[in-house]
């Protein structure tokens, strides 16, 4: 099993800056992936960014030259730094974990943070 825990959400004006942390710990070894999802009130969850191990880097559209994911593989850590914050990225940020499987890949999800972008 893996853990995750989230740190870093709250209010914040438009324009302004705020940094995600997520802390894995348990079988952090099988971890391949991590990233972070958003889930606005009656909206799906969508992928905001992702980092790879080897720090292969993917973002969404919407964030992209915003937003910057990290990852600090010794302290089994992920970071998401999101400047020039602007009122529809307000959501739920969710941090996510991927490990393979011999077929299948394991989804490991963090409780939430809440990250609220005045106007």
């Known amino acids: 099993q893996v853990q995750l825990v989230e740190s870093g959400g709250g209010l914040v004006q438009a324009g302004g800056s705020l940094r995600l942390s997520c802390a894995a710990s348990g079988r952090v070894f099988s971890i391949n992936a991590m990233g972070w999802y958003r889930q606005a009130p009656g909206k799906q969850r969508e992928l905001v960014a992702s980092i790879t191990r080897d720090g292969t880097t993917n973002y969404a559209d919407s964030v992209k030259a915003r937003f910057t994911i990290s990852r600090d593989n010794a302290k089994n850590t992920v970071y998401l730094q999101m400047n020039s914050l602007k009122p529809e990225d307000t959501a739920v940020y969710y941090c996510?974990?991927?490990?393979?499987?011999?077929?299948?890949?394991?989804?490991?999800w963090g409780q939430g943070t809440q990250v609220t972008v005045s106007s």
């Open positions: 996510n974990a991927k490990s393979p499987l011999l077929y299948n890949i394991r989804d490991y």
